[in-house]
């Protein structure tokens, strides 16, 4: 077994144990915690297969993130309230939630990418920026569900046999969700798609000139991608019972893009490092000073100078075996 496999075990089951653990000492809260780290290295998953994979720098994830945040307020809120949804009465369901967020987000995630995924570099950072920001200022107006003051969740969607309610529950329904979004990720990288797209990210015009079209390879990683960010946000909203049009921002697709590259470009256990390590620095340092953000900063530019493959290709080695 190599050593990035371990390392990616290793960290699964930390934070595995992690609720468990500080909840039987007696600090419950870790286990919101863990719950945090474990969404947000979900949509860095997501994101990771259009940077790791693709190469595709992309600014507007928070949209997708967000689309999925309000999907389950809606939900939320039609079905506490008994109104119908789109004509149709909708069970306050966290699996149909998932659905509706991924599907909205691959729908949006279609248009935007076949207008976006038509430049490079730069060019592409900003139209993928625009998008979000459209987005954002969307929600801002829609005064229906809340406007600039967001979409509050009283009552938490459910899930089949657990108790939403309990921080533990929810906190292993988002674990779950991201062993499938890691599974869903190491499928694409070891299958042909997978190395049609790295190739793509490599040198585009000798794909093309083997007869593999890169257009099309990159708007399925990118509609893939956005699906599972959209239900990441959808558990964000969950965890903090509040859908909120900062979770459209561009600050949100910021963060999740430092989150990869702490934890490593297109490595399985990248997102899953980062996001651990995002949060306690967040949250420990956050307790000592307001300014946390410029240590973060520092081990940023530290990981970008002298860890090229961030914490996992600094631990496991710069050759990518799992």
């Known amino acids: 077994m190599t050593r ?7 960290l699964l089951a930390a934070l595995l144990a992690l609720p468990f653990a500080t909840q039987a000492a007696g600090y419950p809260f870790y286990t919101t915690l863990a719950t945090r780290m474990a969404i947000l290295a979900l949509a ?12 595709l720098v992309s600014f507007g994830h928070a949209a997708f993130f967000g689309i999925g945040g309000y999907a389950a307020g ?21 699996p149909l939630v998932w659905l509706l967020a991924a599907l909205a987000a691959g729908v949006v995630a279609v248009i935007t990418g076949a207008i ?26 829609w005064k229906e569900y809340g406007g600039e003051d967001g979409l509050s969740i009283a009552l938490r969607n459910g ?20 062993l499938a979004g890691l599974l869903v990720f190491w499928r694409i990288r070891v299958s042909r798609f997978g190395a049609a797209l790295q190739a793509a990210r490599q040198n585009e015009l000798r794909v093309a000139a083997v007869g593999i079209e890169p257009f099309p390879i990159r708007l399925v990683a990118f509609v893939l991608s ?35 590259i702490l934890g490593g470009t297109g490595r399985l256990a ?35 100078l002298f860890a090229r493959g961030g914490i ?6 710069r050759a990518r075996h799992d």
Do not use: K
Not at 312 to 317: D, E, R
């Open 74 to 94: 809606i939900v939320a809120t039609h079905a506490m309230n008994a109104e119908p949804l789109l004509g149709m009465d909708i069970p306050a369901s966290m």
């Open 270 to 304: 990248g997102p899953v490092a980062g996001a651990m390590l995002y949060v306690m620095l967040e949250y420990w340092l956050g307790s000592i000073t307001e300014r946390w953000q410029f240590f973060l900063g520092l081990m940023l530019l530290g990981v970008v």
């Open 4 to 10: 990035e496999r371990l390392l990616t075990l290793a």
């Open 116 to 141: 976006s995924l038509r430049t490079s570099g730069v060019y592409f950072i900003m139209i993928t920026l625009a998008f979000a920001q459209m987005i954002f200022y969307f929600a801002v107006s």
């Open 44 to 55: 860095a998953v997501g994101l990771n297969i259009a940077l790791g994979l693709g190469g």
């Open 226 to 260: 956005a699906m599972i960010t959209a239900v990441a946000g959808a558990m964000f909203a969950e965890l903090n019972r509040f859908a909120s049009p900062s979770m459209l921002a561009w600050p949100m697709s910021g963060e999740l893009i430092v989150l990869i």
């Open 159 to 178: 899930f089949p046999g657990l108790n939403t309610a309990v921080p533990r529950d929810l906190f292993l329904i988002a674990f779950g969700l991201l």
């Open 312 to 317: 996992v290709g600094l631990i496991a080695g």
